[in-house]
């Protein structure tokens, strides 16, 4: 008789379920973190481009990478093209028009997990007030404890393909290229003051 409640109550308390794991939040090591763009060039060169200034952070589920989420807003102004006169040009109303339009964002919608260490990340990117869906190729680089100090991070390399001029961007086609190949290279210390 005492078999049968033990295994009785074991079964009710098996069947309760559980809150699932709790995503943790991670905000951007900016010194180790690039926002990276390679545009061709009048059919010669690809022109490089970074943005410097950029907010935001990520939420990591290591037990359900589906569960991730991701939003960022970079600052427009803060475009870099190791060039004064290029930067001033990239600024203007040809490109950025970072007077009316002061940041830019993504936003994630859906993680689709593809390997062990990989995932397509899908989300709506905002330029220029035009709102358009793009997928990140995603490579887990490594997640743990740094090896120098006390912090707990996560890092990631992301790529992805769009055309300009789906966002409104037509100054210089076809010699200043539509296709802007964009590649980010993340490094995220874990939030330790996590919501309860």
Request: glycine letters at 8%; a negative charge.
């Amino acid at each position: 008789m005492k078999k049968l409640l033990l295994g009785a109550a074991m079964a009710a308390i098996l069947s309760i379920s559980t809150p699932g794991h709790a995503a943790d939040k991670y905000v951007f090591d900016k010194t180790h973190t690039q926002i990276i763009f390679f545009v061709k060039h009048l059919g010669f060169s690809f022109s490089e481009g970074e943005f410097l200034d950029f907010d935001g952070g990520f939420t990591f589920d290591i037990e359900n990478p589906e569960q991730s989420s991701i939003d960022v807003t970079i600052n427009t102004d803060s475009i870099d093209m190791d060039d004064e006169a290029w930067d001033k040009h990239m600024k203007n109303e040809d490109f950025f028009n970072v007077a009316e339009y002061p940041t830019m964002a993504f936003k994630s919608t859906l993680i689709e997990v593809t390997g062990e260490d990989t995932a397509k990340i899908t989300g709506d990117l905002t330029i220029l007030d035009v709102t358009k869906p793009v997928t990140l190729d995603v490579k887990m680089n490594g997640v743990g404890k740094s090896p120098m100090g006390n912090d707990y991070k996560a890092g990631f390399s992301a790529t992805a393909n769009i055309k300009r001029s789906e966002w409104g961007m037509t100054y210089g086609l076809p010699n200043i290229a539509d296709d802007v190949e964009i590649r980010i290279e993340v490094e995220a210390v874990r939030d330790e003051e996590q919501p309860e």
